[in-house]
């Protein structure tokens, strides 16, 4: 029985080393963008593709798949009020359903990177998408204060609720960060009382985040060094949360790029999905995933 156990039990390594082992992410194809600035992330929301950057102004830009070709709509969103910069380095775009839209503001104080400020808004999305500014769509400002080293919101779920987790970029005490979104909506700062739900130590140099709720895994959008080399960190969410610490499940690393990845999403199956720098060339990358 106890030989058994052992046969079973290896068994079981070996087929969830082998799942590990194949999955992979390849660049099928580039595109190159201008009036994006240095891109900083993507987010996919029901066929439409939001690209954002930190042009003159920061801005977000609207495309579609059309074939394997990404498609500027002539849409564009500029994080501006009365013609003046507001969100000038965004660093997530946090929506899902009728829960409150977050986006992200990270700007370095110093050269060394050492001072941040890390703003989180509340805003009216589809205001902003029809209006195309700021103006009457800013509901709120929230200073993450609770943050080391910038913030880049995103929507997860844990024991069927669902949270804003956000990440730090440096390389000391990185963490992420599940905010609880009513509050997080109504708040001056995120130290405030019952805002912050949980948190767990991650890796180096967190990018942005990418959340998968079939496998209630979060995807850490990661640079190897910083602002360089492209990583992607899987990581059990549950696991993560209870352990204090992230559990990993796979790392890729895309080594035929050296620039600086900084973000991305899957599209509709998983499948595939679209990759972002902050280079002025080949800065939209389509992927291949394979599970």
């Not at 110093?110 to 009216?124: D, H, M, R």
């Not at 993560?240 to 600086?260: A, C, T």
């Amino acid at each position: 029985m106890k030989k058994l156990f052992l046969i079973l039990l290896m068994i079981s390594f070996i087929s969830v080393a082998f799942i590990q082992s194949d999955r992979s992410m390849q660049i099928q194809k580039s595109y190159s963008f201008d009036s994006l600035g240095a891109c900083q992330g993507v987010s996919y929301q029901k066929g439409r593709i939001f690209l954002y950057g930190d042009r003159e102004v920061g801005m977000i830009r609207e495309f579609k798949m059309e074939g394997d070709s990404l498609v500027y709509q002539q849409k564009e969103m500029r994080l501006t009020i009365d013609g003046k910069d507001v969100i000038n380095h965004p660093t997530g775009l946090a929506v899902y359903g009728s829960l409150p839209v977050f986006i992200g503001n990270s700007v370095r104080l110093n050269p060394e990177g050492t001072l941040w400020k890390a703003l989180i808004y509340s805003v009216n999305w589809e205001g902003l998408q029809r209006t195309g500014t700021l103006d009457g769509n800013l509901l709120n400002t929230i200073d993450d204060d609770t943050c080391i080293q910038g913030t880049r919101p995103e929507y997860v779920a844990y024991k069927n609720k669902w949270y804003v987790a956000t990440a730090d970029y440096g390389d000391k005490g990185n963490e992420v960060r599940l905010y609880d979104p009513a509050l997080l909506a109504k708040a001056k700062k995120t130290s405030e009382k019952n805002v912050l739900f949980k948190k767990f130590t991650c890796t180096p140099w967190v990018q942005n985040l990418c959340w998968i709720p079939e496998k209630n895994i979060l995807l850490l959008i990661q640079n190897q060094i910083e602002g360089r080399k492209w990583r992607f960190t899987y990581v059990d969410l549950p696991r993560s949360i209870e352990s204090g610490k992230q559990e990993v499940i796979k790392v890729i690393d895309v080594n035929e790029r050296g620039d600086e990845l900084e973000g991305f999403t899957f599209l509709n199956d998983y499948s595939k999905g679209i990759a972002v720098s902050s280079s002025r060339r080949n800065n939209a990358n389509l992927m291949q995933i394979n599970w």
